[in-house]
């Protein structure tokens, strides 16, 4: 088959035309639906709206290396987020280039649109050249449409999603094909350099980077001629690291922090690539002396990195205050293990992801030599990633993204049958195959959609909550001004420091934590006590909506709280009205009275 040959361009012109068809289609759809809010700055989600806040900071002028968001929690002095300036970057450059042209607003918008296509694309490609080089061409548009349509990957790749979970999902994908590069040691050096990249940007490639580290030594494990890709892959991530922590981070932090790279992980890649240089240069005869190396690696390297930073022991959130861990971080949905998500995203994630790997070891057990390793390999990986998943759900996009190319793969197969086949069992059968590859959740979404029509339609059925708040965001400005600390939900902070020059008690990051517990505690208070803390605070406004599902989470603690009292429309009287809502869909804004 044509579509086995290592030897092919990095990219070939038919799969790119077929690529940049789907891509276009893709994109000019989307935006056809989200130029609108993309316009008005309505983004997907508040880290978005962050980033953008952080974008803006930079161009205003504060430092490369200078990550603090001195408007959240102003009262300790700001927040040092870990977000890396790699994802800045293509913001900030489009937004620069393009203001002097079109203005500042209209370079944003552009920017919001720009960056997350351009992911796509570069998803697509990559996801399509594994389709090309390992199934054939055919494949190729199928796996375009997959990675446009799957739930995990949509999410995270639609306009105005500029976050940093669209560049991981790339990079994940460059470190597989650089698993059928011809050239190993080029193979290597490719893929840990996207390990690296990944693990800046964000410290849960961390799993997966070892799983990928693992499957190189699994190759020096069988043939200990077989070192090239092991060795390089971890020079190149320890090299690469620490080029990029200098790029990114610069050296006046050298603090062990859980939740990034940093000076303790520095060290430990290097160990690694030291040790398995020197491993593979002793060319150990037995599987058993080889083994028994790469054990003492590993027992060293995570030696050091408890010795050096036992307080990351149980992950990138150990540094969290534990009364926010437990009131705040156990309640973010995405960050939640797969067996508390709702049915919807199970099935979303598992479903791709399962048929995925079953086709990887269907292909394993058609094939031989290389190839078959590769198929195993791959099906290692995508397993990885999914159990990964299984703990942190919103890891989940990777292993869809893994699973993309042997889906389009069947998709196109099965699209093949209903086209072609005169037997109705079978069209019938490829039609049920297609649609679990396109919607797996559609069933149960079907039945819940019929079980919520008759929940909505019976007497007494609870009310919806709110997830955004509408708000005359020019009239919200007039009255916050700069510096000027509002109490506002978690989820609509960003919203009030990228609409407003004002400044807010906590946003929905761990890093803040110190601003979220205090932001729990005044609305866990009564009215009278919450009103003392405010005021040794200096905070200023009360800024929320009576229906968002935040205020309904607070106002658990009873309706004796601050939480309560809003939530019921029974502000108190130390409040006085500024914006009054129409709706509980509308942002309310009260002044703090003074004494």
């Known amino acids: 088959m044509s579509g086995l040959d290592r030897r092919r361009l990095l990219f070939g012109r038919e799969m790119v035309v077929r690529v940049a068809a789907i891509w276009l289609a893709a994109i000019a759809l989307s935006l056809a639906f989200a130029w609108s809010k993309l316009a008005a700055l309505d983004l997907p989600g508040p880290d978005d709206a962050l980033r953008l ?91 375009g449409i997959v990675v446009a349509v799957a739930a995990p990957l949509a999410n995270q790749l639609r306009p105005g999603r500029i976050d940093h979970h669209g560049w991981q999902i790339a990079l994940a994908l460059v470190a597989i094909n650089a698993l059928i590069a011809r050239d190993e040691r080029k193979g290597g050096l490719v893929l840990g350099t996207a390990l690296a990249a990944w693990m800046a940007i964000s410290i849960e490639g961390l799993p997966l980077a070892a799983a990928f580290i693992g499957i190189a ?97 149980t992950g990138g959130f150990a540094q969290v205050d534990p009364v926010v861990r437990d009131g705040w971080l156990a309640t973010i949905a995405e960050g939640l293990p797969m067996w508390q998500q709702e049915p919807t995203i199970i099935l979303l994630t598992v479903v791709p992801a399962a048929l995925g790997i079953w086709g990887m ?37 990777v292993a869809v993204a893994f699973a993309a190319p042997v889906l389009g793969w069947q998709l196109s197969r099965w699209v093949e049958v209903v086209r072609t086949s005169p037997v109705p069992r079978q069209r019938i059968a490829a039609i049920a195959g297609c649609t679990l590859i396109l919607v797996p959740a559609l069933p149960f979404t079907l039945g819940a959609l019929l079980t919520s029509s008759a929940v909505n339609a019976s ?109 019921d429309g029974n502000a108190p009287a130390w409040l006085e009205p500024v914006i009054a809502p129409r709706s509980p869909t509308d942002l309310a804004l009260w002044r703090i009275k003074t004494e």
């Not at 803390?533 to 309706?559: M, N, P, Q, S």
């Open 361 to 397: 070891m269907h292909h394993a057990s058609l094939t031989h030599a290389w190839l078959r390793r590769f198929w195993l390999e791959y099906a290692a990986l995508t397993l990885a990633a999914l159990g990964v998943a299984m703990l942190v759900s919103r890891a989940g996009s």
């Open 459 to 567: 007497p007494g059925a609870a009310p919806d909550i709110l997830e955004t708040c509408e708000a005359d965001w020019a009239a919200f400005a007039s009255h916050a001004g700069r510096g000027e600390e509002v109490l506002a939900p978690l989820d609509l902070g960003p919203q009030i420091l990228l609409r407003s020059p004002a400044g807010v008690v906590a946003t929905s990051h761990h890093r803040g934590d110190r601003g979220i517990k205090a932001l729990l505690e005044v609305f866990a208070a009564s009215p009278q006590e919450s009103r003392n803390i405010l005021a040794a605070r200096g905070t200023k406004w009360v800024a929320t909506c009576t229906g968002h599902h935040e205020l309904y989470f607070y106002a658990l603690e009873g309706d004796e709280t601050l939480a309560g009292a809003l939530r």
């Open 53 to 143: 806040v952080q974008v803006r900071d930079f161009l205003a002028g504060q430092g490369w290396f200078d990550l603090t968001q001195y408007r959240i929690d102003a009262a300790s002095g700001g927040i040092a987020m870990h977000w890396s300036r790699l994802v800045d970057a293509p913001i900030a450059l489009i937004a620069a280039l393009l203001a002097p042209l079109i203005g500042q607003g209209a370079a944003e918008v552009v920017a919001l649109a720009a960056v997350p296509a351009l992911t796509l694309l570069a998803v697509m490609l990559l996801a399509g050249r594994i389709a090309w080089r390992m199934l054939g061409l055919k494949a190729v548009v199928a796996t």
């Open 217 to 313: 030594a699994l190759r020096w494990l069988r043939d200990p001629q077989d070192d090239t890709l092991m060795t390089h892959a971890m020079a190149a991530l320890a090299a690469a690291s620490a080029l990029l922590f200098a790029f990114t981070r610069g050296f006046t932090d050298l603090a062990a922090h859980c939740d990034a790279i940093g000076p303790v992980h520095l060290s430990v890649f290097l160990l690694g690539a030291a040790s398995l240089f020197g491993l593979a240069r002793l060319e150990p005869g037995s599987v058993a002396v080889r083994l028994g190396g790469l054990a003492a690696t590993a027992a060293a390297a995570f030696a050091l990195l408890a010795f050096s930073a036992p307080e990351c022991a």
